[in-house]
């Protein structure tokens, strides 16, 4: 699970720097599908990890809209406020926290094994559609190729 955080976290800062070389009304632009453009889907992509993340702790939810954030700057920023406290606590992870329960408004409950692993398929649900995006503005996407980013194991 942690390899595939890994991977997440590397691919979001491909797009980051994929970003730097976009206008900022492109990447503002409202889009067909998702939470609207390309820097509210990073945003959005950065806010859910930390919040689930944040849930699964006891702690209050980032109750903050896309408006305060309207630069990549300040996307970048946030994300890298939120990522020390998101890391510890994958870095932390081991199989006795799998079915630990939290409960969201006293009524819904989710496994923290299946929060895991749905925190990771919203990530890349959210990067396919950034390529969709990209590759409408005449841009050549962020690969997302697992392999070759020095995730795996080394063999012989």
């Not at 990447?27 to 806010?47: C, Q, S």
């Not at 959210?126 to 063999?155: D, K, M, Y």
Request: proline letters at 3%; a negative charge; one cysteine or more.
């Amino acid at each position: 699970m942690k390899i595939l955080f890994q991977y997440n976290w590397q691919v979001r800062e491909d797009w980051y720097s994929w970003c730097e070389d976009v206008p900022l009304e492109e990447l503002l632009k409202e889009r067909t599908g998702g939470v609207g453009g390309i820097l509210h889907t990073l945003f959005h992509i950065a806010d859910v990890e930390w919040s689930w993340i944040r849930g699964m702790q006891g702690k209050p939810d980032f109750q903050e809209s896309f408006d305060g954030y309207r630069s990549l700057e300040k996307v970048r920023m946030l994300d890298a406020k939120f990522k020390p406290e998101v890391q510890t606590f994958v870095n932390a992870w081991n199989d006795s926290m799998e079915h630990q329960i939290m409960e969201e408004h006293g009524s819904v409950r989710f496994t923290h094994g299946e929060i895991m692993r749905h925190m990771i398929a919203h990530e890349i649900h959210h990067i396919g559609q950034l390529s969709v995006w990209a590759r409408e503005i005449g841009r050549e996407p962020v690969t997302a190729n697992l392999i070759r980013r020095g995730l795996g194991v080394n063999v012989g």
